[in-house]
């Protein structure tokens, strides 16, 4: 298998400054799952699928690089238009060479599981950060239901070679952690199998797969499942048809510009088409509970996912008690969430963050990192994080970003509004899942220097 590509060939550091208040109208790229989602479903859907609003993000482009190489046809007709001829359940076709999903854990992981249940050999390989990251949890389910791992680097990571399986077994499968990722993995083997496969989790992911699976016609049942959790059952080889995907605006994106408009004093900001999917909208629960004024202009329904007009006016915010059972609602959003809470008074606790550790980078670690090194008041005790709110802390700090876009948005936010600037050692790994970021934030008002 061929080795990575060089990940960082050069560094793009920048710096973020207290600046004037951010104000304005914008709309945040589309949503990165329902990207991921759409252009895996469409290739395996008889037809033409027309998506609208895709995320042309780099983690997204891969995805896209590797339904191509799968046999799919996907052509970009314009701005977020792309035109997908599907191969139809099971119908992937043997690549040439290696897929490459770069820095995109979602990507590969429901890659894999869409390959799972093909007669294919397939070759996976990603970035340096996404080398380090399990996919054990993944391939585990996906050999039950009968692929096989050819070669697998050590500790069950890329790269690896998987054989799918050209009878691909249904199975019931109780998931050990919450990760939408590894439900999506078994859901997609699960299309090519007889009868159903069922995924049982203990706390609700995100169910982007289950409405997309739905609105391409197959058959997905999900009742409750304990206090918290969802029994998912799949009717394996349907027909899938092919149906149009309007992607709604990205909440993990929105909660850059949100927490900005918060923390900055005076800032007033509308952001349009916000996904409000209530499986992804941890963050602004949290972030009303500490007292933020976000009022919700108008909810609509916008291609089978709940999205509204959000308008952030910028507010003194109080600590607060993060349950660990949100965190599956807002998993990507601890980053920047530390961040508010240190302009908060007060502490915030925010609990059961294990998953955190997994993610482009020790993300629970890498957000502490962060806050300390600007002169915020952090501890991590076992799997919860503690910010000890002081109103605005003094920044100042360069923040090592360890090839994570979240943790690299979430200091340039923090910089809009500590005491001395904040600067990043690397700004490149924005464009895996916000382009436009900076340029955007300009326009808004924010200093964002190189
Ligand atoms: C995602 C699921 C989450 C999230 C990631 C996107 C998805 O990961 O962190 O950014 O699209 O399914 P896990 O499933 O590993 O929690």
Known sequence: MNAAEPTSPQLFPLTARRAGALRGRLRVPGDKSISHRALILGSLTVGETVVSGLLEGEDVLHTAAAMRALGARLERGGDGVWRIHGVGVGGFASPTGPLYFGNSGTGCRLALGAVAGCPVTVAFD????????????????????????????????????????????????????PSAQLKSAVLL????????????????????????????????????????????????????????????????????????ALIVPGSELVLEAVMTNPLRTGLLTTLREMGADIEVLEKRDDGGEEVADLRVRARALKGVDVPAERAPAMIDEYPVLAVAACFAEGVTRMRGLQELRVKESDRLQATADMLRANGALVEIEGDDMIVQGQGRPAGGAEVATHMDHRIAMSALMMGLASEAPVRIDDSAFIATSFPGFVELMRGLGADLAG
Request: aromatic share 2%; net charge neutral; hydrophobic share 45%.
């Open 126 to 177: 990603g970035d340096a950060s996404l080398r380090k990251r399990p996919m054990r949890r993944v391939v585990d389910p996906l050999i039950r239901m009968g692929a096989r791992v050819i070669e697998v680097a050590e500790g069950g990571r890329l790269p690896l070679l998987l054989e799918g399986a050209a009878d691909p077994m249904p199975i019931v499968y109780e998931s050990p952690v």
């Open 189 to 260: 083997a699960g299309l090519a199998a007889p009868g159903e496969t069922t995924v049982i989790e203990a706390e609700a992911s995100r169910d982007h797969t289950e409405r997309l699976l739905k609105h391409f016609g197959a058959h997905v049942a999900t009742k409750p499942h304990g206090a918290h959790g969802r029994r998912i059952t799949l009717q394996g080889q349907p027909e899938l048809e092919p149906a149009a995907v309007a992607v709604p605006a990205d909440p993990s994106s929105a909660a850059f510009p949100l927490v900005a």
